[in-house]
């Protein structure tokens, strides 16, 4: 079975321009999450997908993030305009819909920001 | 949420036995808890799950007292490929929502 899945595993893009992430979660898992790790801070939660409705989005910093999930399958994560103070990794995790199921991680996708 | 406690760092040496506990004096009734261990440039990887009791997998033991205010993650013969940060984290109904990350225990093998 295939892990969760990210894309651009890398991407270093200029201020003021527009990244998107890709995310592609374990197949059959409806629940999908977005963390994210700046430099010297801990993980934090930004936002919840039960299929392709948003469960919960209370981490997310402000409205230069948007996430959608179409279909209930992937994911996308786009910053627009990307600031320097959004250079991070950027993790997606997944999860099947039931209590006490595992959430599973993704490798991370490193953005920087210059 | 309820909040963890854990140590910032441990050293141990190969072949030994590591035990990290972590404290979650509010964890509620349907509160999992999970451990995850994390290399760097890498996302976390799940190690071992539990509500009470004690749990063993091919990896680990985790140990819950009965008032479950903590937890026990413990590495059998640690190599030095178990360099790595190990988070413990609880969350309602284990997988059905958001992790609250802290800082984690840095556990460094030396040889």
């Known amino acids: 079975e295939a892990g969760v899945t990210q894309f651009p595993s890398h991407s270093v893009i200029e201020k003021g321009q527009t990244v998107t992430l890709r995310c592609d979660p374990i197949s059959g898992h409806d629940n999908l999450y977005w963390y994210r790790r700046v430099m010297g801070k801990e993980i934090k939660f930004l936002l919840h997908?039960?299929?392709?409705?948003?469960?919960?989005e209370s981490g997310m910093p402000n409205n230069r993030f948007l996430a959608e999930r179409t279909g209930g399958t992937y994911s996308t994560l786009k910053v627009q305009p990307a600031e320097l103070e959004d250079s991070g990794v950027y993790f997606c995790?997944?999860?099947?819909?039931?209590?006490?199921?595992?959430?599973?991680f993704g490798e991370g996708s490193w953005l920087t920001v210059v | 949420l309820a909040k963890t406690t854990q140590p910032i760092s441990m050293d141990s040496y190969e072949g030994q036995e590591v035990n990290i506990t972590c404290s979650h004096n509010?964890?509620?009734?349907?509160?999992?808890i999970t451990w995850y261990q994390q290399f760097p440039s890498q996302g976390p990887r799940f190690i071992i799950q539990?509500?009470?009791t004690k749990v063993t997998n091919e990896v680990a033991s985790l140990f819950i007292p009965a008032d479950r205010k903590s937890s026990t993650l413990s590495l059998p013969r640690v190599s030095l490929s178990d360099t790595a940060v190990y988070y413990c984290l609880v969350s309602l109904g284990g997988g059905y929502n958001k992790l609250i990350f802290g800082a984690g225990t840095r556990l460094a093998v030396h040889p």
């Open positions: 539990g509500y009470k």
């Open positions: 997908f039960v299929k392709e409705s948003k469960q919960d």
């Open positions: 995790a997944s999860s099947r819909a039931l209590s006490g199921n595992t959430i599973y």
């Open positions: 509010n964890i509620a009734t349907n509160d999992y």
